[in-house]
């Protein structure tokens, strides 16, 4: 993979460039800011700006934004969740300026027209409902409820219809001032165009000349006892996940949870889980492990579906496999396999460039680098099954595992 390159404006927004060889790019620009920054009355802000990024600039419409990529073959696209908002672009390598300039306008110069905000109230409460209607989404929300409250990690991103319906022109810009500045932005590229033109283009179009940090600052969240709760949603199925806290991202043993979680429950049909669960038992359609890192604490789960009448079978399977993986290290010949399986897939999924991109923009906002696929399998050619126990002896006793249900 080639080096990336890096630039810093002198109003504190910082470059990350990835070279290519494709005829197409991308680029955006990740923002540090999320849902955990909302404050009491603000819950579900943080996504509502995201979709009214697109609704109005000083220069342009609504209609100007969505035609301004579109009319070239080129796709604009944002997302947002709990620590980060992400606005970026795909485009044909010579529409790069322009896709430049457009995403520049719309971090810097929104202006979040009433007329427009009322219309996307409604779109965001139907988007609150869909979302109300799908358990094995919504569990995760209300799992991280569980671990983190009253810190805001707790509350969902897409927020609530009480406090949506009360969002006008001034609280969207007051948000946005304050954490849409520079110095809390880090804008990326991935493509076949040299470097110099796109610091040129960003020094050109992100003028924002301002070099504070935003106002708010992020607490940890403290640590909640274990606890059990079991919500009646009258599904068809059980949906139930079993997790604690786990490690932040800077944490020394991150990597080794990450490829645990990957042994234990990850997009293979050969996780331990699925061979259990699935495969042998034939009790779930579904079985999965999720470790969330996030800058200052983290989580670790499994999730799974089942009838009713397997709930307490299933259970005990999961615990079954906690324990193994606590009791029992790893066999060599074993962990080499799911070293190499694990860094398949990275490889895989980098083969994406739009992941790709998204990825080398979080990844420089976090941690001030990137790291290639040489780096990234030199970090898991070093775990070892001594490593992999301990982690598991940390993060899955059963004394801290916290367990919610839908029936």
Known sequence: ?????THTLS????????????????CGVIINAGSREEKKGEY?????????????????TSRQIINRLEDVGGELNAYTSKEETVVYAGFLNEYTERSIELIADIVQNSVFPQ???????????DEIQSYNDSPSELIFDDFEELLFKPNPMAHNVLGNKENIEHFDTARALEFYHTHYVPAEMVFFSLGAVDFDKIVRWCQKYFIKSERNTK??????????????????????????????RAYDINHPDRMILYLLNNILGGPGMNSLLNLSLREKHGLVYNVEAEYQPFTDCGWWAVYYGCDPENADKCENLVRQELASLCLNP???????????????????SSENKENLALSLGKSYLRFGKFDGMDEVRKKINTITSEQLQRVAIDIFNPQNLTILKYN
């Open 11 to 26: 109003n504190g927004l910082r470059l990350v460039h990835l070279p290519g060889n494709s005829l197409v790019s991308y």
């Open 330 to 348: 790893i066999k060599e010949h074993k962990l080499n396999k799911y070293k190499l399986q694990l860094m398949g897939q990275i490889a895989i």
């Open 115 to 125: 007329n427009e905000i009322d219309k996307e109230i409604e779109i965001i409460q």
């Open 1 to 5: 993979m080639n080096s990336y390159k």
């Open 215 to 244: 106002i708010y600052t992020r607490i940890a969240p403290p640590v909640q006892p274990a606890a059990q709760k079991a919500v009646k949603r009258n599904t068809h199925q059980i949906h139930c996940m079993i997790g604690t």
């Open 44 to 60: 579900g802000m943080a996504h509502f700006i995201e979709h009214m990024l697109f609704k109005g600039t000083a220069k342009r």
